[in-house]
Nanobody, 122 residues
Framework: QVQLVESGGGSVQAGGSLRLSCAAS????????MAWFRQAPGKEREWVSS???????YYTDSVKGRFTISRDNDKKILYLQMNLLKPEDTAMYYC????????????????WGQGTQVTVSS
């Protein structure tokens, strides 16, 4: 029912930028809440940002002002523009989808991508 494929990760120096993409194979994509999570080695999976079907956006405090989540409902693609990257942003980034509603708990989401690695060096 839900297939997600992330891309756009890579290695960048502190202060640099990356744009992550998530291609979604969801028939009713526009009705889904889409989110980005990340997980660093030895840490729990962390919610980063969500975008509602109506376009409302939410961010965890550590990325506010630096990251921007957006969606293209025609192409069924989710984006995460990451600017002013810091070493603490280093993690595997995952795209997630939830029907109709958002949330910050990973267990709430119905579908996940395989992840794309982001590495920020000092």
């Amino acid at each position: 029912q839900v297939q997600l494929v992330e891309s756009g990760g890579g290695s960048v120096q502190a202060g640099g930028s990356l744009r992550l993409s998530c291609a979604a194979s969801i028939a009713t994509y526009s009705t889904y809440c889409m989110a980005w999570f990340r997980q660093a080695p030895g840490k729990e999976r962390e919610w980063v940002s969500s975008i509602y079907s109506d376009g409302r956006t939410y961010y965890t405090d550590s990325v506010k002002g630096r990251f921007t989540i957006s969606r293209d409902n025609d192409k069924k693609i989710l984006y995460l523009q990451m600017n002013l990257l810091k070493p603490e942003d280093t993690a595997m980034y995952y795209c997630a989808a939830r029907s109709r509603r958002c949330g910050i708990q990973s267990s709430l989401y119905d579908g996940w991508g395989q992840g794309t690695q982001v590495t920020v060096s000092s």
